[in-house]
């Protein structure tokens, strides 16, 4: 079989591959290594399981599984690594190096993604169901995007000082692979610029809108195409103001018909992240079967494990919730006296839940404020606290602060928190795990370093103090 010797080591380790399922096609068992060269994708099963394996590839414990989500609240006024287990402990010291296994790993764990994706994306002459075949190269065309888009907030230099800004250094969008191993050696992958990087995430996009059919949330459905442009066309309106529409027309095709019946009950609401079972506010979820799931690399033992249990509650957190906030109970002192999230993700097989209904609530609300539609904000935030056990808000309550603080209260421990200071231009909270004063807005330590062995393969340019 011909392996693949590429120059860039986002690649490096990947041959051309298929990853394979059992039956049940959420329960990945087998992962199986084919010479694409001679045997070529040919049929929707085919699809069926590069799909599925884009999917086992994103719940990796360097990703989804549970890295990415504690990049995104482990240097938080929300949370921080006390380091029991030196597991996250650099991130919160805002200390990451070029040679960390952190950026090495999550930098590799993504573009495994894209892998996938790209060669849905690219099987041509597929035989099959054709409305199942536009499905997965839709499922395709959104993980791709995402996966390129995570790794922009993570690695690109947008809210650099000086490095900043649309034209500021990115990662590299990859829509290909090599086919063959002459074809590997000239395979080069320079940094695309943030403001490309938009422009092709929302080609993605509106492909996967246009093709995927599914309505199952452990996979990607339209609602979550839309969920996630919305998402995404906020971060991008920090330097794109324009995208604020885009943010809202997205978030109001996502939520459809059903704003306020899509947000989970009160008596509900912890039990959303137990288990594997989509309740009616899930998006999108990503599967973690019983016999299939990370073990003691999952959010759980990061977050309440006794074993591990690095992330800990900053001590402000309790003070943000109303006393009868439903919301407020996910937070409690664990056997050793610390302040912790115990209720979301408590157990190994609990599934991730990346995207709910209350989300796409928050950000319709958002962007309602940045296009002069303050009553839309108002309504959206009071579905949500109605079914919370606090007071509604007034119209003269209703500000764009009063709208991310809600954000806030809603999504704590989700893996939001981060980003939403980094596109509001927030400076990095402070935690005890910071020495001398913590980084301001701009600084270059905000961003993640390209990895050095990626440098080292591919004369790929650092980022900016590293």
């Given at each position: ?338 302040l912790k999230n115990l209720k979301k993700y ?66 704590m421990f989700e893996g939001f928190r981060f ?42 340019k650092q980022n900016v103090g590293y």
């Open positions: 079989m011909k392996r693949i010797v590429l120059k860039i080591s986002l690649l490096l380790v990947l041959p051309l591959s298929v990853i394979s399922c059992s039956q049940d096609a959420l329960d990945p068992t087998l992962s199986t290594v084919r010479d694409l060269d001679k045997d070529p994708i040919s049929s929707e099963t085919d699809l069926m399981y590069l799909t599925n394996g884009m999917y086992k590839r994103m719940r990796a414990a360097e990703y989804y599984g549970r890295d990415f989500i504690l990049f995104n609240e482990a240097r938080t006024d929300d949370a921080y690594s006390a380091g029991y287990s030196n597991r996250f402990l650099n991130v919160s010291e805002m200390n990451v190096q070029v040679t960390d296994a952190y950026p090495a790993d999550t930098w590799l764990a993504i573009y495994r993604v894209v892998l996938n994706a790209n060669h849905v994306i690219n099987a041509e002459g597929i035989t099959g169901n054709e409305e199942a075949i536009a499905d997965y190269k839709g499922q395709a065309y959104l993980g791709r995007a995402l996966a390129h888009f995570d790794l922009t907030k993570l690695y690109g230099q947008q809210h650099i000082t000086g490095e900043g800004g649309k034209d500021a250094l990115a990662v590299p969008y990859i829509t290909n692979f090599p086919k063959n191993s002459d074809d590997a050696l000239s395979f080069k992958f320079p940094r695309n610029t943030f403001a490309e990087v938009r422009k092709k995430i929302y080609e993605d996009l509106d492909l996967a809108i246009e093709n995927i059919s599914n309505t199952d949330p452990k996979y990607f459905t339209q609602k979550a195409a839309y969920g996630y442009k919305s998402r995404m066309a906020m971060y991008f309106a920090t330097f794109f103001p324009e995208d604020w529409q885009v943010a809202f027309d997205a978030a109001q095709e996502a939520i459809g018909g059903n704003a306020k019946g899509g947000v989970i009950e009160i008596g509900d609401f912890i039990k959303q992240f137990e288990g594997n079972i989509a309740e009616k506010n899930s998006v999108f979820q990503l599967a973690m079967p019983s016999d299939d799931n990370l073990g003691n690399n999952c959010l759980s033992e990061m977050y309440n494990g006794l074993a591990y249990g690095d992330i800990v509650a900053q001590d402000g957190t309790v003070n943000k919730y109303e006393d009868d906030d439903i919301r407020g109970t996910v937070i409690g002192y664990d056997a050793y006296g610390d408590p157990t190994y097989s609990d599934d991730v839940i990346l995207m709910r209904h209350e989300e796409l609530l928050l950000n319709a609300a958002e962007a309602s404020m940045h296009i002069n539609q303050p009553e839309i904000a108002l309504e959206y935030i009071n579905y949500i606290r109605g079914k919370r056990g606090v007071v509604l808000k007034e119209a003269n309550e209703i500000t764009l602060e009063a709208v991310l603080e809600e954000r806030n209260l809603e999504l980003d939403d200071l980094m596109r509001t231009r927030q400076d990095v909270p402070e935690n005890p795990m910071i020495i001398g004063e913590s980084p301001l807005y701009g600084d270059f330590r905000t961003a993640f370093p390209i990895p050095k062995r990626e440098i080292n393969a591919s004369g790929m």
